[in-house]
């Protein structure tokens, strides 16, 4: 890819861990800075925008499990204005983290990844875990079926799941 840098807008600190995890110990997408940002509910600032290096693409990786998708349209539309960014790249998590995780690992539930007693843990077991890169392995993580999905809610007609663009070759 012609662009060295590289900024992530994620949800929160699961997304946060776990984008860590997949660009530093499992090198399975492009290095760059991982910033918890909720662009679904959030709306990103100019002045924060102002430290990104000329040539820097944005990547938003957000849920789709909420209708209310306004302010991420306002913040894709403030992103492909900004002259230090050369590209806008969405992930869209269908319906949300957990059923990524589903979909990527040989589990019925997310908990079971982490062994969480409930649903309601497995975020804060998540974010706790030590060998996050051991546990997805051992649950036969599919990168490949991770973010592979797109969304067809009306409410985010033209965003499409373009995780191949951040994904590195093996």
Known sequence: MADKNYVYYVEGQCEEKLLKILKT?????????????????????????????????AVLVFDTDT????????????????????????ITQVENLEDEIVRSCNVNTAKELTNSKSTSSFKSDFIRASNLKGTLENHDFCFQNFWSKSTTKKQYHGILNEADQIRLKK
């Open 25 to 57: 110990d499992m090198r399975l997408i492009q290095p760059g800075k991982v910033i918890k940002r909720n662009v679904i509910q959030d709306k990103l600032r100019q002045a924060q925008l102002k430290t990104l290096k000329k040539g820097t693409t």
């Open 67 to 90: 209708d209310n998708t306004d302010i991420l349209f306002e913040n894709i539309e403030l992103l492909k204005r900004e002259t230090a960014i050369s590209k806008v790249v969405c």
